[in-house]
Structure formats: C-alpha cells, structure tokens
C-alpha cells in the first residue's frame, strides 16, 4: 500500500513540475503584436478595427506555434522562390503574391487535398484547365513549377482586372472569382476585408499577410537557420525537346544518363512511365545534374539575407 502511495505521489509531483514547466513556457513564449498596418502587394492595411486585429493575430499565434510545418516552408523557399520569382515579375504580378503559393502547398510540389488540388499553387482540374495547363491521367501540368506558376499569374491579373485590389484578389484564389463576384453584388462592398466569408476564405487573407512577416524576419517568430539549412535551388542539366510519344520512360532516363527516380523527381508532371503524346505536341523535359546534387551543404547561398541573420 505505501508503495503505491509513493508512486503515485511522485505521479502527481511529476504532472504538477509538468505544468509548472508548461505554464511557464506560455510566459516565456510571448506572441508577437499586432501591428499597427502591413504592406502587400504595395496595398497598406490598416490593422486598426477590432475585427482585423483580431484575426491578424490568430494567424500570428498559429504561425509561432506551428514550428514544424514553418520550419520547412522557409527550407523549401530557398529552393523556390528562385524559380518562381522571375516567372512573377515577367508576367506582371506583384512579388508578394508568391506567398499565395506557400499557404496554398507549404511549398510541398506533391501537395494534394481531399477536394483534388494539386500542386504549389493547389489547382483543381477545372481551373488548371481553364488557365492553360494539360491535366490527365498521363500528363498533369499542375505539378509542372514553371507552366503552373504561369498559369497561376494569369489568374491573379484577370482578377485584378475586375477587383482592382489584391487582397480580393488573395480571396477569389481561396474561394473562387465566381462566388466572390457574388458576394460583391450581396453585399456592396469591393475589398474583401470588409466583406462577411465564409471562416476559410476569412483566415486565408491574414494567413497570407502574417506568413509574409514570418519570411521577412523568421526571428520574430523564433527560428534561426544558417544557410547550410536551407535546401538549394540546383537547375536541370539540359532540357530535351519531345515532340513525339516516348513508350518507356525508364529507358529515356537511362539514355539520359540518370534513373526513372531522378527524372521523375525532375519532372513530376509526367503521371506514368510513359508519356503519350499521340497529339505530337511539345514538351520540355528536365534532365537533372545529379552531380550537383551531392551538393555541400555549406555553400549553399541564403535566397534571402533575413532567412540567417
């Protein structure tokens, strides 16, 4: 019988040291402020209504507690944004949209949801279609990173073309150009920060605002990464022009001096070991530089200086 009083008296020590330590964390680990506005997109926001600073701040809280998943979204930035940058200020879009594909994937190019996006920038098939990009069984351009972002900036400046402001913009992404056109015509309001939408479309707006301030100083939100962190950007070898069917995949890599691995991983847009082309339209197919992929960490180059201050 005393044992097991002392066990569970040391039980109850135990828990009770727990949740000193717990409480004690939640004193520690303040959350960042509000601030009084924030840029996008050269559009400032006032964060002072209630309403604003309130949902600006739970999308704080979430970010400076969802170390995990955040941690990985700068990684994988370093290896995208260089691609994804250029294809932005060539087509017209403000840089800041970048940060649409980083809450949309996590940067993950495999991304899939249960509601059938797919990709960085997370399009169904309907949309992908109607912005230009081939979805099949055998070829899904939506994990295609150049021809995806593309489509993608066609998207945001025919919705810019009709809302005139990004934030409304950011929302017709998330909710669709229809539904919002609907809610502007409801409710008689243009900016989407003024509008009443559903929960998920609501928070994707501040989600965006505050993943911004999380890639402009990571250290506000407690990370701290050296360079040789980060994962670099390593472009193709060459690319090969395909303008015919290629029956075995597995053999067109060999050729090409790499495995089906590596060029899979290169080019996942292509669905299945082989790629169809009965329509002898032209691809462009990566061949990666696997010698520069046994890279050393240490020269790896920060994209951005505030990623490793």
């Known amino acids: 019988m005393k044992v097991k009083t002392t066990i569970f008296a040391a039980l109850l ?10 409480a004690q964390n939640v004193v520690v ?8 506005q924030v840029t996008f997109a050269g559009q400032t926001i006032k964060l002072d209504r209630a309403d604003l600073r309130e949902r600006m701040d739970r999308e704080l809280i979430a970010f400076t507690y969802s170390h995990n998943m955040s941690t990985l979204m700068i990684k994988r930035a370093n290896k995208y944004f260089p691609q994804i940058e250029p294809i932005l200020k060539r087509m ?34 309907s949309t992908g279609r109607a912005y230009g990009l081939e979805v099949n069984a055998n070829i899904d351009e939506r994990f295609n990173t150049v021809k995806a972002t593309e489509a993608a900036c066609r998207f945001l400046m025919e919705a810019y073309s009709k809302y005139g402001n990004w934030m409304t ?30 929960d998920e479309t609501s ?54 001096g790499v495995t089906y691995a590596d060029l899979k991983r290169a080019n996942l847009w292509l669905r299945e070991s082989k790629l169809n082309n009965k329509s002898h339209r032209t691809y462009y197919v990566d061949i990666p530089d696997v010698k520069a992929e046994h890279y050393n960490p240490s020269k790896t180059k920060a994209h951005s200086e505030a990623w490793v201050k």
């Open 92 to 125: 017209g879009v403000p840089d800041d949209l970048k940060y649409l594909m980083v809450i949309e994937s996590n940067l993950d190019p495999q991304a899939q949801s249960g509601a059938g996006a797919a990709g960085l920038w997370q399009f169904t098939q």
């Open 203 to 256: 928070r994707y707006m501040f989600r965006l605002l505050a993943v911004k301030m999380m890639f402009e100083d990571p250290s506000l939100f407690g990370f701290s990464f050296k360079s040789e962190d980060l994962y670099p950007y390593i472009p193709a070898r060459k690319q090969i022009k395909v303008t015919d069917p290629v029956e075995d995949l597995v053999d067109f890599a060999e050729k090409n």
């Open 13 to 22: 020590l135990f828990q009770g040291i727990s949740l000193n330590i717990q």
């Open 29 to 36: 680990n303040s959350v960042i402020p509000v601030p009084d």
């Open 169 to 198: 913009v950011a929302a017709s992404y998330n909710g669709g150009q229809q539904g919002m056109d609907r809610r502007i015509e409801a409710q008689h309001q243009t900016d989407a920060l003024n509008m009443w939408l559903v």
